[in-house]
């Protein structure tokens, strides 16, 4: 699987009401890309091990409910050569320095969890 980031909002400008951060915070959303470049389907929940840092190296999970509310489509079998994007949402402090994003199909395998700097 090849994943890109395509799009990072920072604050998040969701047309959605109901995506409110708590009051001090901002929803910052970045959008990935994921292809298919092998030759099994999977299911790839790229938004399950996702996270934000900022500048002071604080880590944000993303946010459940958000994510879910701006999804196009549910997870589903990524045949060999498919490609999708997921918008994943974070809330973070309002005055917080978005530097990375990280994301993980399996959480504690390096391997496996790619960054990247947003900065």
Do not use: C, H
């Not at 951060?21 to 938004?47: E, H, M, W, Y």
């Not at 459940?64 to 997921?86: G, K, Q, S, V």
């Amino acid at each position: 699987m090849t994943i890109s980031v395509v799009r990072v909002e920072d604050p998040e400008l969701s047309s959605f009401p109901e995506l409110k951060p708590a009051t001090g915070d901002r929803l910052v959303s970045v959008t990935v890309n994921a292809k298919n470049t092998g030759t099994v389907p999977f299911i790839a929940q790229l938004q399950k091990y996702a996270w934000v840092a900022d500048a002071k190296d604080e880590w944000y999970q993303r946010d459940t409910t958000m994510t879910a509310a701006l999804a196009a489509f549910p997870d589903a079998l990524i045949e060999p050569r498919w490609e999708f994007a997921r918008t994943i949402v974070f809330e973070m402090p309002q005055d917080a320095e978005l530097t990375r994003l990280r994301l993980s199909l399996k959480p504690g395998v390096a391997a496996q969890t790619p960054e990247w700097m947003l900065t």
